[in-house]
């Protein structure tokens, strides 16, 4: 039998940039404290603060990660976004500042 986990799970934790295990983990932690706020179990309200309290403990994590590795995770993660931006974009960058540039040679400073 497989454990029940939301379906988001393993993109929330690729886009925390923690592992699979560490989310199931967090999962768990949520489960258990939505459990002892709602005093349910598998009701409405129960899966909604179960939900509220991984995205906290998500969040707690990435932050937690980001200061074990002095800041320099956050500039990984950011270059590698910088990278995969689309061709298309950074052609249109170079051809508004090349535009730029010729209306700025074309004004006659006399």
């Known amino acids: ?3 029940a986990y939301p379906k988001i799970l393993p993109w929330l934790a690729h886009k ?3 592992s699979q295990r560490r989310a199931e983990i967090l999962w768990h932690a949520a489960c258990r404290h939505a459990a002892h706020a709602t ?3 598998d009701t409405p309200a129960y ?3 179960a939900m509220d309290r991984l995205l ?3 969040v707690a994590e990435r932050l937690r ?3 074990a590795s002095f800041g320099f995770r956050r500039w990984a993660r950011l270059n ?7 061709l298309a974009v950074l052609d249109a960058l170079m051809i508004g500042s090349q535009r730029g540039w010729r209306r700025f040679k074309s004004l006659s400073f006399s």
């Open 65 to 67: 990660e980001d200061a």
């Open 39 to 41: 005093n349910e179990t």
């Open 16 to 18: 925390a940039g923690i």
């Open 1 to 3: 039998m497989k454990p």
């Open 80 to 86: 590698a976004r910088l990278w995969q931006a689309p």
């Open 47 to 49: 899966w909604a603060a």
């Open 56 to 58: 906290e403990l998500v």
